[in-house]
């Protein structure tokens, strides 16, 4: 599986994003789909997750409300909507992927296979 996100960039506060996670796998509906992020010295975190079975959402509480997840399953590729942004959503952006994870597992990056590239997201104050 190899995963490919792109989208990110530099905007102001208050602006917007989509991110976009294409992925290279014949079985894209079988996958649960996350975006991590990580800031410079921080951990990778946990930003959102989006299921399988019937595309339902799991958030971070620092983006419920601003960000949204949904995936295409006939374009191989998970989205990330990102509004309102502000300075401390800057950071490298993942996506993740992985057929055998359960919901109690979702926010935990260990639990991930397959991760894409990253994508840089600056929000300027």
């Known amino acids: 599986v190899q995963l490919q996100a792109s989208g990110g960039g530099l905007v102001q506060a208050g602006g917007s994003l989509r991110l976009s996670c294409s992925a290279s796998v014949q079985s894209f509906r079988s996958y649960v789909m996350s975006w991590f992020r990580q800031a410079p010295g921080k951990e990778r975190e946990f930003v959102s997750a989006?299921?399988?079975?019937?595309?339902?959402?799991s958030y971070a509480e620092s983006v419920k409300g601003r960000f949204t997840i949904s995936r295409d399953n006939a374009k191989n590729t998970v989205y990330l909507q990102m509004n309102s942004l502000k300075p401390e959503d800057t950071a490298v952006y993942y996506c993740?992927?992985?057929?055998?994870?359960?919901?109690?597992?979702?926010?935990?990056?260990?639990?991930?296979?397959?991760w894409g590239q990253g994508t840089q997201v600056t929000v300027s104050s």
């Open positions: 989006i299921k399988h079975t019937d595309s339902r959402p």
């Open positions: 993740a992927a992985d057929r055998q994870i359960i919901v109690s597992s979702y926010r935990n990056p260990n639990s991930y296979d397959y």
